[in-house]
């Protein structure tokens, strides 16, 4: 029997192709899943159909940039199920401009979403960690891109940076608790905005193949079974860690 049966498990920005492949992998083990979007419920199920019509999964509709919205849903989450024993902070954006076209209001947007949206979710979870004496797991979806610099992705990667920094200080402030914080930062994944790209230009990703020293490229679902792993009582001492998996990439663009 899986250690995460019947353990409820929340995830952020699940419909895209990472956080679908996570509901999928949780719920394969017997979790209860809460998942959420930006998408209405209509539109979530033109996405992702097969996803919302498990019978252990309920989607709602919430912004991450909104605290309050964030705190309602996780308090509807522990209301539905009891408990919450796993967050996955996931939903994120990027805009691809350089620092000479990147306007104000784009980039406040993406700070709020990948690094304001991360702090509502996992402190507030965190707290009702805490409140309820639950030794949980949080996990923050992070990216390579975090340490490296790029010069078209300004507002992404220092919001990744910065949640890299809140990953670490999360796990300092509630270790007394019992609590574990972790990050998994991703190279490049078959996924969003990447995997669109890739399937207009096979060359385009044939390059990108080509610059990790592993030659090789992510699939969704292998981020999802290192957040398994991740949240497993295999790494019951695990904490403040962010766990790259970018086949050497960073080492190679530094």
Not at 12 to 35: H, K, P, R, Y
Not at 151 to 174: D, E, G, H, I
Not at 181 to 210: C, H, M, R, T
Not at 234 to 247: M, P
Request: glycine fraction near 6%; charged fraction near 20%.
């Amino acid at each position: 029997m899986s250690e995460f049966k019947n353990k409820t498990v929340v995830i952020t920005g699940a419909i895209g192709d990472i956080g679908a492949a996570m509901a999928t992998l949780f719920l394969e083990q017997g979790s209860q899943v809460c998942i959420s979007d930006i998408f209405a419920k209509e539109e979530a199920n033109k996405q992702q159909p097969e996803l919302l019509k498990h019978p252990n999964l309920h989607y709602a509709m919430v912004d991450v940039r909104d605290y309050v919205a964030v705190s309602s849903w996780l308090e509807d989450c522990k209301v539905r199920h009891g408990s919450i024993d796993i967050v996955i902070a996931n939903a994120s954006k990027v805009t691809v401009k350089d620092l000479t076209s990147i306007s104000a209001a784009e980039w406040m947007d993406e700070i709020n979403v990948n690094l304001n949206g991360s702090f509502h979710v996992a402190n507030s979870c965190a707290k009702l960690f805490q409140e309820n004496q639950i030794a949980g797991s949080i996990v923050f979806i992070g990216s390579w891109a975090a340490h490296a610099v790029h010069s078209n992705l300004p507002a992404y990667t220092v919001s990744k940076a910065a949640v890299r920094m809140l990953c670490q200080t999360m796990a300092l402030t509630y270790a007394p608790f019992g609590i574990r914080v972790n990050e998994i930062a991703p190279g490049f994944v078959n996924a969003g905005l990447s995997k669109q790209v890739w399937q207009k230009e096979p060359d385009a990703q044939e390059k990108a193949k080509n610059i990790v020293p592993l030659s090789g490229i992510l699939e969704s679902n292998e981020v999802a079974k290192q957040v398994l792993w991740i949240c497993s009582s295999a790494n019951r001492l695990l904490t403040g860690a962010s766990i790259v998996i970018d086949g050497g990439l960073s080492l190679v663009r530094p």
